[in-house]
Structures are given as structure tokens and as C-alpha cells.
């Protein structure tokens, strides 16, 4: 099983990227799915995340700007980031809460990373 991010890379400020991630491998359900950042020499931080029933939850300083969205059918989950600022650049990670194995648990699962990068 693992978590497999796409679509970062460069953009200018105002400017949108897409990202996407999509979970690979046998798994029983998919709980919350969500998105988070590391900026160079900052702690990760939690971007937004999405319930399987679609609730979601965003950091204050990307709200009204990123869409949090999932495709169950898909085990994807996607970022949309508009109005993009110099401060978003960071490595940005996927993490999915995956039900598997026998017994059932659960158990988080991060992806590789996409950099984003944002100029000004």
C-alpha cells in the first residue's frame, strides 16, 4: 500500500496548481484524507483534510483560496490551490487514515511529497 502525490512544481503568485494523490494497494475503507506542508526550516503543518463523507477542514491562512476534494471511486484525494502566494511554497505531503489488514486497523499513511514552489 502507498500513497502516491502529484502535480506540484512552479508557479507565480495569483497563479493555481492542482494536486493530486491516489492510494495504491489493497485497503478494507479510506477514513480522513488530508493534505499538510513543510516550508525550509518550519515545522510540517497541517494544509486541510477531508472526512470519507466529504466534511473538511482548512488551515486559516489557505482558506478561501484551496479546495480540499476526494474521489472515493478513485481512493484519490486532490488539492486545488488558487490565488497562489510566495508563502505556499513548501514540500507539500498527502496523509490517508487506511483501514487494512486482519485484523482491521488503522493506521496513517504519508506520501513521498510534491514541491511547490511559488514566485513572486
Known amino acids: 500500500v502507498q500513497l502516491q502525490a502529484s502535480g506540484g512544481g512552479l508557479a507565480q503568485a495569483g497563479g493555481s496548481l492542482r494536486l493530486s494523490c491516489a492510494v495504491s494497494?489493497?485497503?478494507?475503507?479510506?477514513?480522513?484524507m488530508g493534505w499538510y506542508r513543510q516550508a525550509p526550516g518550519k515545522q510540517r503543518e497541517l494544509v486541510a483534510t477531508i472526512t470519507s463523507g466529504h466534511s473538511t477542514n482548512y488551515a486559516d491562512s489557505v482558506k478561501g483560496r484551496f479546495i480540499i476534494s476526494r474521489d472515493n471511486a478513485k481512493n484519490t484525494v486532490y488539492l486545488q490551490m488558487n490565488s497562489l502566494k510566495p508563502e505556499d511554497t513548501a514540500v507539500y505531503y498527502c496523509?490517508?487514515?487506511?483501514?487494512?489488514?486482519?485484523?482491521?486497523?488503522?493506521?496513517?499513511?504519508w506520501g513521498q511529497g510534491t514541491l511547490v514552489t511559488v514566485s513572486s
Open positions: 496523509n490517508a487514515v487506511l483501514v487494512l489488514g486482519d485484523p482491521l486497523l488503522s493506521y496513517s499513511y
Open positions: 494497494g489493497s485497503v478494507f475503507s479510506i477514513n480522513a
